[in-house]
């Protein structure tokens, strides 16, 4: 059997991107140090729904069914190995907003790569104004984000801090005097706060959500229709979630707390009871593919970012295409390589 070079990584930031990249690299035998500051972290405040298809033109998203299973299977192993669980089935209704969504969806239904997605309006009753999406799930986004800071911090492997930049030389490739084979940049939003990467063009999406407490919506299903209705247990839902490309702070604010509650209006006329308005900001790129690679002149330094608004299904197979990329020097396609913006310069 081939033995593993054992290579050293620093990884910074540690949301989805830098959690699953440092899990594959681990299960490769490498040596993985973690910097995270915890400020924002998009991965701990999401809803954390896998959704593989994109509603209005009922289509399959990138790449949804490869994505679907493996970080599927990725987060059940995970739940193994880190002795607890946050992946449970979910079914996805959809309330169509007209006729010719509907028929669309009636269409889908019948072509062989939707058939394990979609259920056939037709089998339940085709009368009925909503299609239900069999194949998602979700990832309860805080637990998975606290039980996996808690297994790195045991482990020895996460630094709580921010990464400054003071200390670092990507010529040398060292941090605080410590030689890195590689640094891989997983920020999020927050990319722009070094400057190894200005070219990348992730750009901050802030989006808004609501927690309330209902006593009449149904708490078998997440709801879509304006905006999504996420049972979490208990009566309570969150409600989300906006989509803001003007204002990247994380305070919440009364102009969304209105869109949303109007959005809710469209599923139901009774008014919630509000808990709270969590804020979080995702690493958006225009095209929506993320952008895995390396930097044009220091070539430890690479970046792995662009999740967007689809994190938690993607995150899992883009970081174990970095890792291929990273051990195995397996190229990364153009489409989500950071080159397709350098070589656009
Ligand atoms: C409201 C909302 C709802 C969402 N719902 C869903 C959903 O239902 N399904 C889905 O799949 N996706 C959803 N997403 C998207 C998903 O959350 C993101 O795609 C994903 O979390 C991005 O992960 P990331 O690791 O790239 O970034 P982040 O989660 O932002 O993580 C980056 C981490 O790096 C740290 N960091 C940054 N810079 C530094 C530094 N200089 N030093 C130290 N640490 C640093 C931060 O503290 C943070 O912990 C949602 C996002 C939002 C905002």
């Not at 739940?79 to 309330?95: D, G, H, W």
């Not at 005097?177 to 802030?206: L, W």
């Not at 808004?208 to 078998?220: A, S």
């Not at 291929?324 to 070589?343: A, F, M």
């Amino acid at each position: 059997m081939k033995v593993e070079e054992k290579k050293k990584f620093l990884i910074v930031g540690g949301g989805l991107a830098g959690i699953t990249l440092s899990h594959l690299l681990l299960q490769r035998n490498q040596q993985v140090t973690l910097i995270d500051d915890g400020l924002n972290a998009s991965t701990k405040i999401a809803a954390g729904m896998v959704n593989p298809i994109v509603f209005r033109r009922t289509t399959l998203s990138w790449r949804a069914t490869e994505f679907l299973t493996y970080s599927w299977d990725f987060y059940k192993s995970l739940e193994k190995q880190l002795n607890t669980s946050f992946a449970e089935p979910l079914l996805i209704k959809r309330i169509f907003p007209s006729v010719n969504e509907k028929e669309e969806w009636q269409k889908k239904q019948l072509l062989p790569a939707y058939q394990n997605h979609l259920v056939n309006i037709e089998s339940v009753n085709k009368e009925q104004n909503f299609g239900i999406v069999r194949s998602g799930y979700f990832v309860h986004a805080e637990k998975f984000y606290i039980e996996n800071q808690r297994h790195f911090e045991k482990r020895g492997i996460l630094i709580k801090e921010t990464f400054d930049d003071n200390f670092f030389s990507a010529l040398e490739s060292t941090y605080r005097g410590i030689k890195y084979d590689h640094i891989v940049f997983c920020c999020g939003y927050r990319v722009s706060e070094t400057p190894y990467f200005e070219d990348c063009q992730v750009k901050p999406t802030k989006g808004q959500t609501l927690v309330i407490k209902h006593h009449e919506l149904p708490e078998t299903a997440s709801l879509h229709l304006k905006c999504f209705v996420f049972p979490m247990g208990n009566k309570t839902f969150r409600i989300g979630a906006t989509y803001e490309w003007e204002n990247s702070t994380l305070n919440p604010t009364q102009e969304a707390r209105n869109t949303l509650l109007d959005h809710l209006h469209h599923i139901t006329k009774t008014p919630p009871e509000i808990i709270s308005q969590p804020v979080g900001i995702r690493p958006t790129t225009m095209d929506r593919r993320p952008v895995l690679g390396s930097h044009a002149t220091y070539k430890n330094v690479h970046i792995f970012n662009g999740l967007g608004a689809k994190g938690y299904l993607l995150a899992p197979k883009m970081a174990q295409e970095m890792v291929e990329y990273l051990l195995d020097n397996t190229p990364i396609p153009k489409d989500y390589n950071l080159i397709r913006y350098q070589s656009a310069v």
